[in-house]
């Protein structure tokens, strides 16, 4: 199927959304709270365009491509005035959310807004509220944090703001924040995350760290790897690999290759 | 049929354009990507070219808890989509032949892909030390 954007058609897939061809073509649109790992959401509404098709009878209207299905001969707008100022209202709210995230300040400021007009949110942190970290979680199958509080002091956090049980300390939460709300630290072989502290499996050759031992153990018995692939790092095991492949090569195939050469 | 690619480790001079060939293949920003593919050293005059396997009951894919990792049919590779991929090095950790990657400079996963149908390092190669046919 096709679908018409800023008045060139491009190639669509059945199922998928609006955002989704936006992207594939590399056609600039805000989209904060959507990630590819995880289902749509439609939470910051930055991604708003306007639709129409030529059977809806000069029907229009503006909707949130990050939630809309593409259909065949679909008529997108990306930066109509409508939707332009669609997204300065929201950045003008976000922005007062978040006043010092360099994330927001430089959207903000791509649509003409330096400062908000409203009142800035005292002690702001980064966190816009996109639910990222947590659909991540959720979708890894952890769920180890989530939405808690009510209107201004929503916030994300662990399960009675405690050093949250279910965590594995996989990180997937700190690299999909779009704001880098989200602190790690990790000190040696130690991760401290939402306020725990996980150990990181250290390869049993040079001493290399990848994950932490209850992500490891977590995919040895959820996801059926064996236990001993996480004992060694990748560099150890491409090393143990050539290795290994050193005791099956018939080493004289060179001389006999070079003899054929030479004939 | 797909094509297969193929390794004869007894005829790589450790010549290493494979490795060239390939970070340049795979320029994902600015930069030459990493290497996919790494011909190592296992004695004298001897060198083993590594690179995924392409397994067939992969652990890269199981271990990806959000599907970023796949079987692409059609060209016979295990694909990684970037824009899926978390970072969460959890296939890094779980391949038994070290073949996922972590980029530094570009701060993302990565593996071979098989030049998706064309492998670059094959193609370069000296020696026919690899081959895809
Ligand atoms: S680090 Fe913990 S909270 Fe974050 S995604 Fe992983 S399991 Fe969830
Ligand atoms: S912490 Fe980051 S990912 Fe989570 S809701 Fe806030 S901004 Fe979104
Ligand atoms: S690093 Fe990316 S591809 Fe690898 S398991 Fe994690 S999300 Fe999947
Ligand atoms: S990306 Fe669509 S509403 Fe946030």
Redesign the pocket.
């Known amino acids: 199927m096709k679908i018409q954007i800023n008045g060139r058609w491009y190639k669509a897939r059945e199922g998928e959304m609006v955002l989704d061809v936006l992207r594939r073509e590399g056609i600039e649109v805000p989209a904060l709270?959507a990630h590819e790992a995880v289902e749509p959401y439609g939470a910051c509404r930055l991604c708003m365009v306007e639709i129409t098709h030529e059977d809806w009878g000069g029907w229009k209207g503006n909707v949130t491509s990050c939630l809309y299905p593409v259909e065949d001969k679909l008529i997108v707008q990306t930066h109509t005035e409508d939707v332009i100022e669609l997204r300065k209202m929201v950045l003008n709210l976000l922005l007062a959310r978040c006043p010092n995230t360099p994330e927001i300040q430089k959207l903000a400021e791509e649509y003409g807004i330096d400062i908000t007009d409203f009142v800035p949110r005292e002690d702001a942190d980064?966190?816009?509220?996109?639910?990222?970290?947590?659909r991540v979680c959720t979708q890894m199958g952890f769920n180890a944090i989530s939405?808690a509080g009510r209107g201004y002091d929503r916030e994300?956090a662990t399960p009675l703001k405690e050093a949250p049980p279910d965590c594995v300390g996989c990180l997937a939460?700190v690299n999909?924040?779009?704001?880098n709300?989200?602190k790690y630290q990790d000190v040696g072989t130690t991760r401290e995350i939402w306020g725990r502290q996980f150990e990181l499996v250290k390869c049993k050759e040079c001493g290399k760290a990848l994950i932490t031992r209850e992500f490891a153990d977590y995919l040895i018995k959820n996801r059926d790897i064996p236990a001993d692939y996480f004992d060694v790092c990748d560099d150890c095991k491409r090393a143990g690999t050539a290795k290994n492949f050193k005791k099956l090569v018939h080493w004289e195939e060179k001389e006999e290759a070079e003899e054929e050469v030479s004939v | 049929m797909t094509k297969r690619f193929m390794v004869r480790p007894a005829l790589c001079i450790g010549c290493r354009t494979c490795e060239l060939a390939c970070s340049l293949t795979h320029q994902e920003g600015k930069t030459p990507g990493r290497t996919r593919i790494y011909p190592l050293a296992v004695g004298k005059e001897k060198w083993v070219p590594v690179a995924c396997l392409q397994c067939d009951d992969p652990a890269c894919v199981k271990s990806c808890l959000v599907d970023a990792l796949r079987m692409n049919e059609e060209l016979g590779y295990i694909e990684l989509l970037q824009e899926r991929c978390i970072k969460c090095r959890a296939c890094v950790a779980a391949c038994p032949f070290g073949c996922s990657l972590i980029d530094e400079e570009q701060e993302i996963i990565v593996k071979c892909d098989l030049c998706e149908g064309n492998p670059a390092c094959a193609r370069f190669c000296p020696t026919k030390a690899l081959e895809y046919k």
């Open positions: 709270c980064d966190c816009i509220m996109c639910g990222l970290c947590t939405v994300v939460c999909i924040c779009p704001t709300h989200i």
